[in-house]
């Protein structure tokens, strides 16, 4: 049905009445059409030619009864039709009104329930980073050793040369010096010059200047170097220093918490194996291997076929650095190792090229999530 067949130009068929009741029928008839129409009106466009259709001026329905019932009217009837013109007019300027009101409100409604946030709905989830896999290697070794009783302890990065290599029993000309070119800072006239620790060992005489024993430490930082930066080397990397003093600390000690550390830390199925090798603050000095990761002891590219993998370099405390630390040598002893966190690194992640750990590359470090 249209629902607004006045709107469309029909023209009112004359008032033909002879009574003021068939007049209110009329306007009855009127008023009724009026209503359906409004019913059709449900948005903006609608109710404003429903508005059109009967107070236009120039052909709108009150225009036509106007000029087609009012004017040409008995002057008998014409009081009548006057009123009910009046009454009709009225009507439709309060319902248009309502339906005006009515209209907004259900377009605010609409716009409410579409902008509507449901607070239910779980938040957006924002990238997140991973941890850099030597921080993961440290808070992994850090784990076992707390495990054992170790406590966890850091040092300064500048360093004496006192601390770096003297009471490390590495006086000056000594040629392990040369293995660990140094860097060093340009000091103030008189004053002794600083240096950029070349390991974490410093902190063992650190600790034990300020501690008797029994300790239980071990140390995680930055050292540093003067290497040219290739797939091996860098000015910067990290060591992991332990050390452990106490009476009766053996070589078995020794041992047994090297096994452990390593079984722990790259799996049950890997051995190890001591080297004499040679400190100058260890006596004897060892290098501690552990069957290939890569082909379990067979023989391949990276072990060089003999099966077996370099770790790190530790052994038992000389004796000669108690001297620096006012320990009783005959009453102590104890062992220490250095452990290189970016080769034991490279080791449980197969990485073959160091310079990665430092280059922030997100597809490199995504890896370790
Ligand atoms: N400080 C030694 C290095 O950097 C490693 C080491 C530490 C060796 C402790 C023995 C004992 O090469």
């Known amino acids: ?28 008839e009127l008023r009724k059409q009026f209503d359906q129409d409004t019913a059709g009106a449900t948005d903006e466009n609608g109710w404003k030619s429903l508005r059109d259709a009967w107070l236009g001026r120039k052909s709108g329905v009150l225009t036509q009864v106007t000029d087609t019932w009012l004017k040409p009217s008995k002057p008998e009837l014409k ?35 579409r902008e509507r946030e449901d607070l239910s709905l779980p938040g957006v989830a924002r990238p997140l980073g991973s941890r850099h896999p030597l921080r993961q290697t440290f808070e992994e070794i850090e784990r076992i050793f707390l495990s054992l009783g170790y406590s966890v302890v850091s040092g ?41 620790r070349t390991h974490t060992s410093p902190m063992q005489v650190r600790t034990m200047e300020k501690q008797q024993p029994p300790v239980r430490i071990i140390v995680p930082g930055k050292v540093y170097r003067r290497d040219n930066p290739d797939a091996t080397h860098g000015f910067m990397f990290h060591q992991i220093e332990g050390l452990a003093v106490d009476t009766d600390i053996t070589f078995c000690d020794f041992k047994g918490t090297v096994e452990y550390f390593v079984r722990e830390f790259l799996g049950p199925k890997i051995k190890t194996r001591l080297r004499p090798s040679y400190f100058p603050f260890t006596e004897p000095s060892v290098e501690v291997d552990a069957t290939c990761v890569f082909c379990g002891g067979k023989g391949c590219n990276v072990c060089k076929q003999s099966g077996w993998i370099e770790l790190f370099g530790a052994g038992m405390v000389d004796p000669a650095v108690y001297g620096f630390v006012n320990y009783d040598a005959k009453r102590y002893s104890g062992f220490a190792f250095g452990l290189g966190v970016e080769r034991l690194t490279q080791l449980k992640y197969n990485i073959n090229d160091l310079q990665l750990y430092f280059q922030n590359d997100v597809r490199f470090l995504r890896q370790f999530a």
């Open 1 to 28: 049905m249209d629902p607004n067949p006045i709107s469309t130009g029909k023209i009112l068929s004359p008032l033909d009445a002879a009574t003021p009741e068939q007049v209110a029928a009329r306007f009855g």
């Open 79 to 113: 009081r009548a039709v006057g009123q009910s013109l009046n009454e009709l007019k009225a009507h439709i300027e309060a319902a248009l009104e309502s339906r005006r009101v009515a209209i907004e409100a259900a377009a605010e409604q609409s716009v409410l329930a």
């Open 156 to 196: 300064p990065e500048m360093e004496t040369p006192y601390y770096n290599f003297e009471a490390l029993h590495i006086p000056e000309h000594h040629p392990a010096r040369d293995n660990m070119d140094t860097f060093y800072m340009a000091a103030p006239q008189g004053a002794s010059p600083l240096l950029l």
